[in-house]
């Protein structure tokens, strides 16, 4: 059974960073795709950053480009986020998610982790 666990959110000033953190259990991050996702109050989750593991491929959304960097222990079987330059838009709960590709859209992924929120005050 694959589980993925979030962690490392919380409330921080605008301007500052976080490290968000996906534990991986029951699969292998070697192969297939890793992406994380977010999702604000009233609107639709997003796609923030994803990552093609056998590759190490990337794609950022545009709103995140320059300031958040994906990346992943295949050792640990951890994948990462760093967060920079935190705004206050970047609020919402962050998820992390598997699958057999890395792809820009939710449906296209197996497996999802349970959420972290962050929120950045202004």
């Known amino acids: 059974q694959v589980q993925l666990v979030e962690s490392g959110g919380g409330l921080v000033q605008a301007g500052g960073s976080l490290r968000l953190s996906c534990a991986v259990s029951g699969r292998t991050i070697s192969s297939g795709g890793m992406g994380w996702f977010r999702q604000a109050p009233g609107k639709e989750r997003e796609l923030v950053a994803a990552i093609r593991l056998n590759g190490g491929g990337t794609y950022y959304a545009d709103s995140v480009k320059g300031r958040f960097t994906i990346s992943r222990d295949n050792a640990k079987n951890m994948m990462y986020l760093q967060m920079n330059s935190l705004k206050p838009e970047d609020t919402a709960v962050y998820y992390c998610?598997?699958?057999?590709?890395?792809?820009?859209?939710?449906?296209?992924?197996?497996?999802w982790g349970q959420g972290t929120q962050v929120t950045v005050s202004s």
């Open positions: 998610a598997a699958g057999r590709y890395a792809a820009i859209t939710a449906p296209a992924y197996d497996d």
